[in-house]
C-alpha cells in the first residue's frame, strides 16, 4: 500500500474512533489541548501557511466532535496558541504542549487529542516529518506510546 493509501486510511480510522467517542469528549481540557495540537501540527515546520489555517477551520467546522464546542470560541484558541508559536517557536511549544497536557488525565481524552493531530497532519495527504515530530512529541506529553499511533 503506497504512504499516501495510508496515510487516507489512518486519518479516516482516526476520525472513525473520534466520532464513535463524542459523548465523551465535552471537557474544557479536550477543548484547550486539542486546539493546542491543531495549532502545533500547523506551525511543525516552523511556518503557517494560508492553507493549515484553513484545514483547522475546516476541521472546526465539519468534525462532529468538535461541534460540542461553539465554533468562535475554538478558533479563538486555535489562533492564540499559532500566535505563541510563530512568535517564538521554540518558547512557544513550551507552553502550547502545556496546553495539551491538560487532557492527560483521562486517556479517552488523551488518545482523541493525538488522533487529532493526525487527522490534521493527514488532511493535505502528507503526513511529514515535523507534522509526525510535534505529535510524537505530543504523545509524551500524554504518556501515550507513540507506535500506538503508527508513529
Do not use: Y
Request: one cysteine or more; a negative charge; proline letters at 3%.
Amino acid at each position: 500500500m503506497a504512504l499516501w493509501d495510508r496515510v487516507k486510511e489512518s486519518a479516516s480510522q482516526m476520525q472513525t474512533q473520534l466520532v464513535a467517542k463524542k459523548n465523551d469528549l465535552k471537557s474544557g481540557a479536550f477543548r484547550d489541548a486539542s486546539m493546542a495540537m491543531c495549532a502545533l501540527v500547523a506551525a511543525a515546520d516552523g511556518s503557517v501557511d494560508p492553507s493549515e489555517r484553513q484545514r483547522v477551520a475546516q476541521l472546526i467546522a465539519t468534525n462532529e466532535v468538535l461541534q460540542n464546542f461553539p465554533a468562535d470560541d475554538l478558533r479563538r484558541r486555535f489562533e492564540e496558541n499559532l500566535n505563541k508559536l510563530t512568535a517564538d517557536f521554540a518558547f512557544g511549544k513550551v507552553s502550547v504542549l502545556q496546553e495539551v497536557a491538560k487532557a492527560k488525565k483521562k486517556p479517552a481524552e488523551a488518545r482523541a487529542v493525538i488522533q487529532i493531530g493526525i487527522v490534521i497532519g493527514g488532511a493535505d495527504g502528507n503526513f511529514d516529518k515535523d507534522e509526525q515530530a510535534v505529535v510524537r512529541e505530543a504523545c509524551f506529553t500524554l504518556d501515550l506510546p507513540p507506535h500506538e499511533f503508527d508513529l
